[in-house]
């Protein structure tokens, strides 16, 4: 059993988020939608808009033209006119007799003449003989007698009943062609016709299933059938399959026949009926042609008898005249079959635009299928599997909201509201042991989504949750709750156990990842919050607690784990709080600018300065760089502060120059990463050498090799671009990064500054002495301006001019200084050229 329930959950861990969420979704859709549209069938709500999806799909079936064995003569308006109505008996007589001399096969006559007409009644009485002939009668809608009886001298052997049966919405759909029992027979007009067409000896036979008339099988109508649900199925009914829109046999009127105004052999071996078409006798039924009951298109009741008729004498020549259905089951694997399809498509389909186009196609699909099964003569419901569509499609969607609210559609793990709940659980959870959080961050992520592609970024965050769900002990609790951020929840469990837990954690992401054959290194910062005795906790400061403690391990640069100390909650909140100050300081004009002097090492000269900024908050006093720029940088506020720091250098070069005027100095300003890519800085800068007067000649930019190698070729432009405003630029901190020096010669670079880490070693290393010594020599090659950083020391001075180094900036010539401090510097003779350069010599 324990084999049996890890193959199980290997099973179910492979299974992406579409076979587990999805397919739960699915199958609650399909339940659902089926116990509902099954229950509105059961009342028959669902029945009047499937009949008129039957008649949407009728008048989309082409016609099939006019029955070749058939021919109607009609009673028309005008010969009302001609001969008045009710027709006399002898109109008729004399029609009949007209008609017989061509030995038609069977007449069928439409009229009701239970009662004398005179004149012609004998001559109608001795027409009426012929075997031939179909008479009709009218069993009423009242049981207290309105029934209409059939011509006395007609047999009942040759009478059929009208065989119309309207549907509730008053559509001529139905044929009821026989009622009977074992002890008395009603037979229909039309199947009256049909029998007599096939011959006087040709007997009918009846079960409960169906009739059976010669080879022909007539299956009985049942309540459920096609779109029905809730439908008087009393007699044998069958559906009537209309032959045409209009007229669906060859047509004469009484006047013709009687002029002889015709072609005999439309008549002989034919069936003939003989019927009113005069609108104003209102004989008129709503066809499945009728799209509203305000058109004009009705049929007249012998052109429906027509029809039937034709679709009878189609099925005795073997022709597939009769409608089919699918049987009880069958209609309920369709309407399954489709709710199971409308779940797919909206589980699979997340986007709008896709998922709308999904469903469209969809629905043209079902109709599609509908109207070709009509064409078939298999009617299959449309309109309840088009509900079941939309139901179970807007279930899944439901469902899936829900889901995605809680948990993350990537990975299918909870989300942040669902841990910090399952967290609160715990907490309260009476007589646990210490209740420990974790908080894990995947390293340089952001990288793989930039360089990768966001569907590789996704595809690693699926892989890392499979990892940590293979690793981790099965009751623990894994959520997705950021970006590239997961969370733990160990309840249960000794600290001991959970560290090595974590242990294990932090082996596992050791292994690379494999993606399209290229493998990825991939480590993790991990964080531990664990409640202490005594301590009232909420889940949100525990998981606070543990991204604290994870930003501990990243700040540490340890592929490994820190547990939470009051310490970090402590230094997190200064930090926090420095952002604060940090926002309004600019605001504040609490920055200030000093200057470094930058020193030709050949003559001990000042050429210029580099522009530093200075916090000075009014509480803390001066805060240092290192703990300001990168908060600034985070926050976006370094933007601004460069801004202001460009224009206030230019200032102050400016005001140096009307008070020194012979200094040619030159004033270097530090770019920041996130200042490198503002679309609009070289516009910035102009503005500001515009403003205060100086030419771009005398400042420098300085750059980090690091900003320029993220994307080289934008990098040289911009760098073109702000050399055409006469700006020099210089790469900072060179030899501390990742350029290449084959990309070097590439950039229109003016100056390269040797890092203060290379500087401050090469007197005790050999090592870093070459580094320098190969970097001033690079620089020469190029035609590039050295400025070594960070010079403290006499020896350093004559070793790095001993190599060639030009410029050089450090303690040794002057820490930062204000601007009124610079200007002693530039106008009395600096300390360092008394003894420090002639000492060297």
């Not at 599609?368 to 509900?387: A, D, K, N």
Request: charged share 20%; with cysteine; hydrophobic share 45%.
């Amino acid at each position: 059993m324990t084999a049996f329930k890890a193959r199980a959950k290997a099973l179910v861990e492979r299974l992406p988020w579409s076979a587990t969420m999805g397919a739960r979704s699915v199958l609650v859709a399909t339940l659902i939608t089926t116990t509902l549209v099954t229950g509105a069938k059961k009342f028959g709500l669902l029945q009047p808009f499937e009949l008129n999806s039957f008649d949407t799909l009728t008048r989309l079936q082409p016609d099939r033209g006019t029955d070749p064995r058939l021919l109607i003569i009609a009673v028309s308006e005008a010969e009302l006119q001609a001969y008045g109505w009710p027709l006399s008996d002898g109109v008729i007589a004399a029609t009949l007799q007209a008609v017989q001399q061509h030995q038609p096969r069977v007449i069928g006559l439409d009229l009701y003449r239970s009662t004398p007409q005179p004149p012609g009644n004998a001559e109608l009485v001795q027409q009426l003989e012929a075997d031939n002939l179909i008479g009709i009668w009218n069993v009423g809608n009242n049981p207290a007698g309105d029934e209409v009886p059939g011509p006395p001298a007609v047999p009942a052997e040759r009478l059929g009943f009208n065989d119309l049966a309207l549907d509730p919405d008053g559509v001529l759909r139905r044929s009821l062609l026989f009622v009977g029992s074992s002890d008395q027979a009603y037979y229909s007009f039309g199947l009256r016709v049909a029998q007599r067409y096939l011959g006087q000896d040709v007997a009918l036979r009846f079960d409960e299933e169906a009739l059976y008339l010669s080879s022909l099988t007539l299956p009985r109508l049942q309540e459920w059938s096609g779109g029905y649900q809730a439908v008087d199925n009393g007699g044998y009914q069958i559906l009537t399959r209309y032959r045409s829109r209009e007229m669906p046999a060859q047509q004469l009127t009484v006047a013709q026949v009687l002029k002889g105004q015709y072609d005999p052999a439309w008549i002989r071996d034919r069936v003939v009926l003989i019927g009113s078409t005069a609108a104003s006798l209102k004989d008129e039924f709503y066809t499945p042609y009728t799209a509203t009951q305000q058109q004009e298109l009705t049929q007249s009741g012998v052109v429906v008898h027509a029809q039937i008729i034709s679709q009878l004498l189609e099925g005795l020549a073997g022709e597939q005249a009769l409608y089919r259905f699918l049987p009880a089951w069958g209609e309920f694997l369709w309407l399954v079959g489709w709710t199971l399809a409308a779940g797919v498509v909206a589980s699979n389909l997340r986007r709008p635009l896709v998922l709308l186009l999904g469903v469209g196609f969809v629905v043209a699909l079902l109709w599609g299928i509908g109207w070709v099964s009509l064409f078939s003569s298999l009617w299959v419901p449309v309109f309840e599997p088009l509900v079941g569509l939309l139901v179970a499609g807007g279930l899944v969607l439901m469902q899936q909201g829900l889901y995605r609210s809680t948990h993350d559609w990537v990975t299918d793990l909870p989300g942040r509201e669902l841990f910090l709940e399952q967290v609160r659980r715990a907490l309260q959870l009476e007589g646990s042991e210490r209740v420990m959080v974790a908080f894990l961050d995947i390293n340089r992520f952001k990288l793989i989504n930039q360089s990768l592609g966001y569907s590789i970024g996704d595809r690693v965050l699926l892989m890392m949750a499979k990892r940590l769900r293979q690793t981790l002990p099965e009751d623990t609790l894994l959520a997705r709750v950021g970006g590239d951020e997961f969370a733990l929840l160990f309840q249960q469990r000794p600290q001991a156990e959970v560290e090595g837990s974590l242990k294990n954690l932090q082996k596992a992401l050791a292994a690379p990842f494999c993606l399209n054959q290229q493998r990825l290194a991939i480590t993790a910062s991990l964080g531990l919050a664990i409640t202490q005795g005594g301590t009232d906790y909420k889940a949100e400061d525990l998981l606070r607690d543990a991204h604290t403690a994870m930003y501990r391990a990243k700040a540490l640069d340890q592929f490994s784990y820190e547990v939470f100390s009051r310490s970090m909650q402590e230094a997190a909140a200064q930090r926090l709080q420095l952002e604060s100050h940090l926002l309004e300081a600019l605001e504040k004009q609490e920055f200030v600018l000093y200057y470094q002097p930058i020193v030709a090492l050949e003559t001990g000269r000042i050429t210029g300065f580099e522009a530093l900024v200075r916090w000075r908050h009014p509480d803390q006093g001066f805060v240092a760089p290192n703990a300001f720029i990168p908060i600034a940088e985070e926050t976006g506020l370094i933007l601004e502060l460069g801004q202001w720091i460009f224009r206030e250098a230019c200032q102050q070069l400016e005001r140096w120059q009307r008070q020194v005027p012979r200094s040619a100095l030159k004033m270097s300003i530090n770019l920041s990463r996130r200042q490198f890519v503002q679309s609009d800085l070289v516009q910035q800068i102009a503005a500001s050498l515009r403003d205060s007067g100086v030419s771009g000649q005398q400042i420098q930019l300085e750059i980090t090799e690091s900003m320029i190698m993220r994307d080289v070729e934008t990098s040289r432009e911009l760098m073109l671009r702000l050399k055409e405003l006469g700006l020099q630029l210089a790469i900072d901190d060179f030899g501390t990064g990742y350029s290449s020096l084959s990309y070097l010669h590439r950039f229109p670079t003016d100056t390269l500054k040797i890092d203060r880490s290379f500087v401050s070693r090469m007197e005790h290393s050999q090592e870093d002495r070459e580094i320098v010594h190969t970097i001033i020599t690079l620089g020469h090659k190029l035609n590039l301006t050295l400025v070594a950083e960070g010079i403290e020391t006499v020896e350093q001075m004559v070793l790095l001019r001993q190599m060639g180094c030009q410029f050089g900036q450090g303690f040794l010539f002057s820490k930062p200084v204000t601007g009124e401090d610079a200007i002693a510097l530039l106008t009395q003779p600096p300390s360092w050229l008394n003894g420090s350069l002639s000492g060297s010599a």
